[in-house]
């Protein structure tokens, strides 16, 4: 399975906006500019993000985007389906069915084996993103490394986060 890479940067986002203080926010432009990528493209991504309730948007010229949710609560299934859609990765398209040397139609009353298959390991692959938070995550990274990753966030956030009122 391979996802887009709206799913990254949505989830790299959502991050960094963890670590935003109470009534900060931060623009679009500054969050591409931390990772590196299209604005144009991130905007796509953010504007998906708030839709499904994951971030809230602040219009205007000190606007930005914030967390709607405490960190705990955002899972990462949350962020992949409000980038990429509920829809399952496969889909089966009944090829069984086609080709030379036709069969009953009988034969095909029971679902496709192939596609059960691929429908399961989907839902193990959903349910293991949908126990982790964001929230997880972060706690991950502060055991795993030496805080070096978390500085430079924060040192990102002290210049670029805009205080709004919440």
């Known amino acids: 399975m391979k996802m887009g890479d709206g799913v990254e940067q949505a989830i790299h986002s959502v991050a960094m906006l963890s670590g935003l203080s ?21 905007l796509k991504h ?3 993000l708030s ?8 219009p205007g010229p000190k606007g930005g985007y914030r967390l709607a949710k405490a960190p705990k609560e955002i899972s990462l299934l949350d962020i992949v389906l409000a980038v990429e859609g509920s829809a399952p990765a496969f889909r089966c398209a009944e090829i069984r069915q086609r080709g ?8 095909f009353a029971n679902p496709c084996t192939i596609n059960a298959v691929m429908l399961k390991a989907e839902r193990v692959y959903r349910a293991e993103l949908a ?13 795993v490394y030496d805080g070096s990753i978390a500085a430079r966030g924060c040192a990102f956030l002290e210049i670029h986060e805009r205080k709004t009122a919440r």
């Open 22 to 42: 109470e009534g900060g926010v931060l623009s679009a432009a500054a969050l591409a500019e931390f990772h590196g990528v299209s604005t144009s493209y991130l």
């Open 46 to 48: 953010l504007q998906a």
């Open 51 to 58: 839709s499904a309730g994951i971030l809230d948007t602040v």
């Open 100 to 107: 030379p040397n036709p069969v009953s139609d009988r034969l």
């Open 131 to 143: 126990k982790t938070s964001l929230a997880d995550i972060g706690i991950e990274l502060a055991a």
